[in-house]
């Protein structure tokens, strides 16, 4: 098993100074699991966050009307023996039968043991979170335009662009041009592909603290964007490292 990440980079300059100034919360954030749910490290927290592709697309073949997967059952079950407070969960691009399913009913029938987002925010913990699964059918421009402002934790499944969304594209041929995003660097059989519309709407108008997300497994991480608005970018897609990440989330008691 992996160990776990742990991000610190919020720690307040005079937290060790005056540590009752601030409530600590800690946020564990994984994707991209694809049924290795049982091999992850998970590490205790008070919330968790996955932001989706906890199964395969081929899981959902040849099911009859109503038949749900194994490993969605199985990653249910696991959900309900994490020991985290509050368990946030949005579906990914492998998660293909959901698209058959009302939100109440993924609620209520496939993930009992979490809480389900379909583009809605929650509050848990004085921390305002709001989730955005992948669209089977919606246009992502319209998406997008209906994610609040100023939220502390962005979930999506997509990336956003130019920000740790490198994937292998086998099929692409190979670039010799330097990137000039990426400091110039080649990228040859790998591409970009973050939603452009996204990264907009993040440095314009929602300005997260936090933006976590997965579907490219070649480009786990963190960083800053670079922008003003400094929101902290978190690519957790766990499928080629099996690592979780672990955030320490710290807020101003005087602010509340």
């Known amino acids: 098993m992996s160990s776990s990440k742990i991000i610190?980079?919020?720690?307040?300059?005079?937290?060790?100074?005056?540590?009752?100034?601030?409530?600590?919360?800690?946020?564990?954030?994984?994707?991209?699991?694809?049924?290795?749910?049982?091999?992850?490290?998970?590490?205790?927290?008070?919330?968790?966050l996955h932001c989706g592709d906890f199964t395969k697309k081929g899981d959902w073949r040849h099911l009859t009307n109503g038949q749900i997967p194994q490993s969605l059952i199985d990653f249910n079950v696991w959900l309900g023996r994490l020991t985290h407070a509050h368990k946030i969960v949005i579906c990914g691009n492998h998660e293909r039968g959901f698209e058959n399913f009302s939100k109440e009913e993924i609620q209520s029938k496939l993930l009992t043991n979490c809480t389900y987002?379909?583009?809605?925010?929650?509050?848990?913990?004085?921390?305002t979170i709001y989730g955005s699964p992948w669209s089977f059918n919606e246009n992502y421009r319209a998406k997008w335009s209906s994610i609040p402002s100023d939220i502390d934790i962005l979930m999506t499944h997509i990336p956003p662009k130019f920000i740790l969304d490198l994937a292998f594209q086998p099929k692409k041929a190979v670039s010799t041009d330097p990137c000039s995003i990426c400091d110039d660097a080649v990228h040859g059989y790998y591409g970009h592909w973050g939603s452009r519309s996204l990264i907009k709407e993040i440095r314009r108008r929602i300005q997260p603290r936090i933006h976590c997300f997965g579907h490219v497994h070649d480009d786990q991480g963190y960083k800053y964007d670079q922008h003003e608005n400094g929101t902290l970018f978190i690519n957790a897609a766990a499928y080629l490292t099996s690592q979780a990440f672990k955030l320490n989330f710290y807020r101003n008691l005087q602010n509340y």
């Open 8 to 48: 610190d980079v919020l720690k307040p300059f005079d937290y060790d100074e005056y540590p009752e100034r601030y409530k600590l919360t800690s946020v564990v954030i994984v994707s991209d699991t694809h049924r290795n749910h049982e091999m992850m490290n998970i590490p205790d927290g008070d919330i968790f």
């Open 117 to 127: 987002l379909d583009d809605e925010l929650i509050q848990v913990e004085g921390i």
